[in-house]
């Protein structure tokens, strides 16, 4: 009996020694090799970043992208990060070739529509001028004149179907400038607020507020801006007693908002500059809307000032003022008219609830995103890349409102989402809205490029803190951000990746992580069953 113990323990001892000779070394020996290859100080190294000691996943899959150029300390040379930046490898991918069907608008269609624009405020203003003479009314009349060339006209033509403008489109830059400086020769209320009124049929894109103060600017060059006045110091932050949807909007938040989307590489924000306005001479003395006339009075202070004609919380304790006529604001370019590049509004499957006590669905069933992806337009294509893009975007800035979203009809369901709206953004620098990145931790899907960008921001070399304080010293109203607001995107930018880390090791990196254009996630549903589900 002895002896058949021995026999069985000498056995099981040869047969695990064999097992662990040739089976568990040789794995163990190709595991070594492998992170040796990964080593963070590696040169291709395209892992994501380490935290709290934890292993991070192998991301082998990734070689197909521009590497990283390897380098983890601060340059010597004391340079532009931002200038580094956009000249890495993963920000100067290529677009496939833009043809006709790529782009939103033709030139021939554009200037055409223009030119009837330009006529019909000639005559608008050749009418208004006679009825004002006969009033007995002073009218400051400024020379409009419509340049094919202008900066904004460039800007219109370069949307395609990938972004509202290309990296390197030197309208951009000349855009910003104008809208800082140009002469202002008219002013009205935005759309929203005339759908307020019931003054046009807005609906299609406009989700009227009321408590929020934005007016249309149109420029010398005919070129138009949407205003929003300085609600709020860059030092204060949002009431802890604010429910989102009743927050001020920030014209700060715009304007870093717009920087922040283009140092993302995204480009879905149109371009925003700020500019000190003269409300007595830019606003008021220039428009030909009676009701914008009526809410502008002069204060106690002798400062001029002015609030929103809206259904609610229009007082003149809600105004804001000049000092006494100066007052700092964003400006941002408008997009092409609807008539010649229509967009729809799409409700955000992951929209708030705008009550006190209400819950939407997705804040409590952790599994909501699996019903998002059996549904139309979300099963296939880029649709819920694209939102997990955008929600990424909003975590950065801390914006809870995006109810909405909105495309380019003409570019369907492979079109960009654009980030419209941001003022919201950088309420609180001490506070991360956890519950923002809601669509990337329930759906666990990310896109490779806009992962790889978010790791490179990351890095000491291209913080992301640091190329956006560079970015807004661009700005005429500068410091956009205090530095806490600045430091929040480091913080930030570290739990996003620290989301996608779990997801990785939760589902694996190929689930994951995905290539920019995807196939189909399920089988499309039919209006039959879509009715079926509801």
Same mark, same amino acid.
């Given at each position: ?24 070394? @040789? ?37 197909? /992208? ?213 409300? !007595? ?5 220039? !428009? ?150 809601? @669509? ?11 992962? /790889?960008? /978010? ?26 951000? !205090? ?52």
């Amino acid at each position: 009996m002895r002896r058949d113990r021995l026999f069985l323990a000498a056995t099981l001892t040869a047969i695990f020694s064999a097992d662990l000779y040739f089976i568990l070394l @040789p794995k163990l020996r190709s595991l070594g090799q492998g992170l040796g290859h990964f080593c963070s100080c590696g040169p291709n190294n395209l892992t994501l970043p380490r935290h709290g000691g934890l292993a991070t996943p192998r991301l082998s899959n990734w070689t197909s /992208l521009p590497p990283l150029d390897g380098t983890t300390s601060e340059p010597a040379d004391g340079g532009s990060k931002l200038g580094r930046l956009f000249a890495h490898p993963l920000y100067n991918i290529q677009t496939p070739p833009l043809g006709p069907e790529e782009r939103l608008l033709h030139a021939e269609q554009l200037m055409e529509y223009y030119r009837r624009k330009v006529s019909r405020w000639e005559r608008h203003m050749k009418l208004y001028s006679e009825a004002a003479a006969a009033s007995n009314i002073t009218v400051t009349e400024h020379e409009v004149t419509f340049d094919p060339d202008a900066s904004w006209v460039k800007f219109h033509l370069g949307i395609s179907r990938y972004t509202l403008y290309s990296r390197d489109d030197p309208a951009i830059p000349q855009l910003l400038k104008e809208m800082q400086s140009m002469s202002v020769v008219s002013a009205d209320y935005t759309q929203d607020e005339k759908a307020l009124k019931g003054a046009c049929d807005c609906t299609q894109v406009v989700k009227p507020s009321g408590h929020h103060l934005k007016l249309a600017l149109k420029m010398q060059n005919f070129a138009k801006a949407m205003f929003k006045p300085m609600r709020q110091q860059r030092d204060e932050e949002t009431p802890e007693d604010f429910f989102y949807f009743v927050d001020f909007q920030r014209h700060n938040a715009e304007i870093a908002a717009f920087h922040l989307d283009r140092v993302l590489d995204f480009r879905r924000v149109p371009p925003v500059a700020g500019r000190l306005v003269n409300i !007595t001479g830019e606003v008021l003395q220039v !428009t030909h809307n009676e009701d914008l006339r009526a809410v502008f009075f002069t204060s106690p202070a002798n400062n001029t000032c002015f609030f929103a004609k809206c259904l609610y919380v229009c007082k003149t304790e809600y105004a804001v003022c000049g000092s006494p006529d100066l007052l700092e604001g964003s400006l941002s370019a408008y997009l092409p008219g609807l008539s010649i590049a229509p967009r729809i509004s799409i409700p955000n499957p992951w929209i708030r609830s705008y009550t006190f006590t209400g819950r939407e669905e997705w804040e409590v069933n952790p599994f909501f995103c699996d019903t998002i992806k059996q549904l139309y337009p979300y099963n296939s294509g880029n649709r819920l890349l694209n939102i997990i893009d955008m929600s990424i975007f909003d975590f950065l800035i801390s914006n809870m409102d995006r109810h909405h979203y909105e495309i380019f009809t003409k570019f369907g369901d492979e079109g960009f989402l654009l980030h419209l709206d941001n003022a919201r953004g950088f309420g609180k620098h001490s506070q991360d809205e956890m519950s923002i990145l809601a @669509p990337l931790s329930q759906c666990c899907m990310i896109k490779r490029s806009t992962l /790889l960008r /978010l790791q490179l921001l990351a890095r000491p070399e291209y913080r992301l803190s640091d190329v956006m304080r560079e970015s807004l010293e661009g700005d005429p109203l500068q410091p956009i951000l !205090t530095e806490p607001h600045l430091l929040a995107l480091d913080r930030r930018l570290q739990k996003v990746l620290r989301v996608v880390q779990r997801c990785v090791r939760r589902l694996g990196e190929d689930e994951v992580i995905t290539k920019d254009f995807v196939k189909s996630t399920a089988k499309p549903q039919t209006a039959t069953e879509i009715k079926k589900d509801r």
